[in-house]
């Protein structure tokens, strides 16, 4: 291992860069979050209630949105600007797909109901 290898890494952008374009995204995976937890609310103090699955599935899309997003994070600091926030635009597209996909299913299924 030389010296050159053993240097710390700087990132290519500016610190205020990169705090920027992951704030605009951050609003936008809080807004997931926000939703999900709404809809968890809701659902909960339904008339029937939710099952232990039910909680579990229903706390899933708001756990999954602030995992995606620090690996996302993790993946594209380190990168151009573009780059970052493509980064972060697939990770948010990954976070809607799999919301739609548990709203699809609480609507459909009635296993998370009745606890």
């Known amino acids: 291992m030389t010296a050159i290898d053993a240097a710390p890494r700087t990132p290519r952008l ?14 936008f995976y809080a807004y997931v979050v926000w939703t999900a937890l709404g809809f968890l609310i809701q659902q909960a103090s339904g008339t029937e209630g939710l099952s232990g699955y039910g909680w579990f599935v229903l706390i899933l899309p708001v756990l999954v949105p602030v995992v995606v997003f620090g ?23 990954v976070v809607a797909a799999f919301w ?14 009745g606890g």
Do not use: D, K
């Open 14 to 27: 500016p610190v205020w860069l990169i705090v920027a374009i992951a704030g605009v995204f951050a609003l």
């Open 71 to 93: 690996l996302t994070f993790a993946l594209g600091w380190r990168r151009s600007a573009g780059q970052f926030a493509l980064v972060l635009l697939t990770g948010l597209g």
């Open 100 to 113: 739609l996909n548990i709203f699809a299913y609480a609507a459909a299924s009635s296993a998370l109901y």
